[in-house]
T-cell receptor
Framework: DQQVKQNSPSLSVQEGRISILNCDYTNSMFDYFLWYKKYPAEGPTFLISISSIKDKNEDGRFTVFLNKSAKHLSLHIVPSQPGDSAVYFCAARVNSGYSTLTFGKGTMLLVSP | NAGVTQTPKFRVLKTGQSMTLLCAQDMNHEYMYWYRQDPGMGLRLIHYSVGEGTTAKGEVPDGYNVSRLKKQNFLLGLESAAPSQTSVYFC?????????????FGPGTRLTVT
């Protein structure tokens, strides 16, 4: 049972346009969400996060939106740059004693010049 | 700060062989994790540790053992490797803060079992 779903395996966007990556979840006990970025042959790196008590968090070109009623979050990248081309993972944490994360399968973003 | 380092970077094993993957972190983090990444499967948690001397099972623990004898090190062992364990293995570390649950990842170990 996949609790964190990224239904788009890939996304292609032109440089300068907006990239929107989507993530859906099923577990209502998730209280914290994170986005990670991964380049080939490297480990994932933290990008941005949001607590379930918020509906938006912004950091430079990156904004994450959370819709709790729909159990949906999205990552917006504006403007997109070729260096943003990577795999993006959505992750969620259950509100319990230990901080384990559940990851989605990832979306590969390709930003073309 | 080196952050999270993993040894080795690449390894090829024959079925039935054993090996240990080493993870080290210099950030004094309490929590450490081992994940595997397979094509189309995302990151799946194998085992984790919430402190020195403690370990716990994650989502896919079968065929693996772990040890956390020192706070900075987390070892992942394969006692009898199988082709199904061909994967990229990532170690991560983190702290438990009430405002952040970020994990810091190592560069990965690519393991092939033939």
């Amino acid at each position: 049972d996949q609790q964190v779903k990224q239904n788009s395996p890939s996304l292609s966007v032109q440089e300068g346009r907006i990239s929107i990556l989507n993530c859906d979840y099923t577990n209502s006990m998730f209280d914290y969400f994170l986005w990670y970025k991964k380049y080939p042959a490297e480990g994932p790196t933290f990008l941005i996060s949001i607590s379930s008590i918020k509906d938006k968090n912004e950091d430079g070109r990156f904004t994450v939106f959370l819709n709790k009623s729909a159990k949906h979050l999205s990552l917006h990248i504006v403007p997109s740059q070729p260096g943003d081309s990577a795999v993006y993972f959505c992750a969620a944490r259950v509100n319990s004693g230990y901080s384990t994360l559940t990851f989605g399968k990832g979306t590969m973003l390709l930003v073309s010049p | 700060n080196a952050g999270v380092t993993q040894t080795p970077k690449f390894r090829v094993l024959k079925t039935g062989q054993s090996m240990t993957l080493l993870c080290a972190q210099d950030m004094n983090h309490e929590y450490m994790y081992w994940y595997r990444q397979d094509p189309g499967m995302g990151l799946r948690l194998i085992h984790y540790s919430v402190g020195e001397g403690t370990t716990a099972k994650g989502e896919v623990p079968d065929g693996y053992n772990v040890s956390r004898l020192k706070k900075q090190n987390f070892l992942l062992g394969l006692e009898s490797a199988a082709p199904s364990q061909t994967s990229v293995y990532f170690c991560a570390s983190g702290e438990r803060h009430f405002s952040s649950y970020e994990q810091y990842f190592g560069p990965g170990t690519r393991l092939t079992v033939t």
